[in-house]
């Protein structure tokens, strides 16, 4: 079995309740808490068997600099805490990690992210987790070969959040050295992540990786990009046939007329969400999060040896099962590592 925490769900505090429902039989190893109002009090009996880590989730907001890789004491009043209680009072309440209060890297602003892990170096505690935010286009190329070096030298493991305008920055050279960096033990949780990825850094060796169960923490922007309008957004459905968390309007056309819509035993049809229902939202968020603790069950139960191999499979199922005929609209990360680990066979399944 895998050691935990493994697969994660990821949410800010708005989700907690929700969360907290399903903690009590949740098969998740834990949860992954993002913002500066989660707050410590209940947190051991909304989770009472998960592992827990509390990402402050100031890169949401700021980007970072060589002189300021923190946000500068002269920020607002809530950033206005030292690090040291921040971690400690979290701790004693059973927390069992602290993020670091790590802002976004600049593209290529490597002296920026050395003075990050320089900052994050001076804390001692062990539940302390050095966190750096980059750029998707700084994971590929001679940008990915240059973070892998800094973090070699840097000597311990950190966590790694990977923020882009759009899903379709990733590239296969992003991909293989994300792998490179886990396998080497470099980063030990990836964060802020789709299924597929997730499922992937687990099976590369990642002590923890985490789903965001919405789309800013699924699919993570760089601070001051706006994400997708809010009028007449839903966010994502968790199709597990698929290894796709997409809007439902997207599922709704892939799968018309079609007599294999995908269902679920608590939700029914998920091809079929009536959008009109005021409470849609909260009933697509409540199905991903017990698909995808199902999910994380499913993952924790494959012994450790043959989870690569099974998340490749998993992976190439899912590809061939696409509803559309072609692969072309299926989740890109998806396509690149079935092209990755498949060869030919799979370059076949990626449209040029
Ligand atoms: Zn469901």
Redesign the pocket.
């Known amino acids: 079995m895998s050691q935990l925490p493994g697969l994660m769900l990821q949410a800010t505090a708005s989700h907690i309740p929700l969360m907290a429902e399903y903690a009590a039989n949740l098969p998740l190893g834990g949860v992954v808490l993002t913002g500066r109002d989660i707050t410590a009090n209940r947190l051991r009996l909304d989770f009472p068997h998960q592992e827990i880590i509390v990402d402050p989730g100031d890169w949401r907001y700021s980007f970072s600099s060589p002189s300021q890789p923190f946000i500068a004491p002269s920020a607002p009043a809530l950033f206005d805490v030292p690090m040291s209680d921040y971690v400690s009072e979290l701790v004693d309440a059973g927390v069992n990690i602290v993020l670091s209060p790590s802002l976004t890297i600049r593209p290529n602003d490597f002296d920026a992210v050395t003075a990050t892990l320089a900052a994050c170096d001076v804390v001692m505690s062990e539940h302390f987790l050095p966190t750096i935010v980059v750029p998707h286009s700084m994971l590929g190329g001679f940008s990915g070969e240059r973070l892998c070096k800094i973090l070699r030298a840097f000597g311990r493991a950190v966590a790694l959040i990977a923020v882009g305008e759009s899903r379709v920055l990733q590239t296969a050279d992003r991909l293989s050295h994300i792998r490179q960096l886990v396998r080497e033990g470099l980063v030990s949780h990836l964060l802020s992540i789709d299924a597929v990825l997730a499922s992937d850094a687990l099976a590369s060796g990642a002590a923890g990786a985490s789903i965001g169960l919405t789309s800013s923490l699924r699919i993570p922007r760089a601070p001051r990009v706006s994400g997708p309008h809010s009028q007449g957004f839903y966010p994502g459905v968790f199709i597990r046939s698929l290894l796709e968390i997409r809007s439902p309007s997207v599922v709704a056309d892939w799968f018309a007329g079609s007599s294999s819509a995908p269902s679920?035993?608590?939700?029914?049809s998920?091809a079929m969400i009536d959008l009109s229902l005021p409470e849609a939202r909260a009933k697509i968020i409540?199905?991903?999060v017990?698909?995808l603790a199902d999910f994380a069950a499913e993952c924790a139960g494959v012994p450790d040896a043959f989870l690569k191999e099974w998340v490749s499979q998993e992976r190439l199922r899912a590809l061939t099962a696409h509803p559309t005929g072609t692969s072309s609209q299926a989740n890109l990360a998806l396509r690149l590592l079935v092209a990755i680990d498949h060869g030919p066979a799979g370059d076949l399944l990626v449209p040029a």
């Open positions: 679920c035993q608590s939700c029914g998920l409540a199905h991903n017990h698909a």
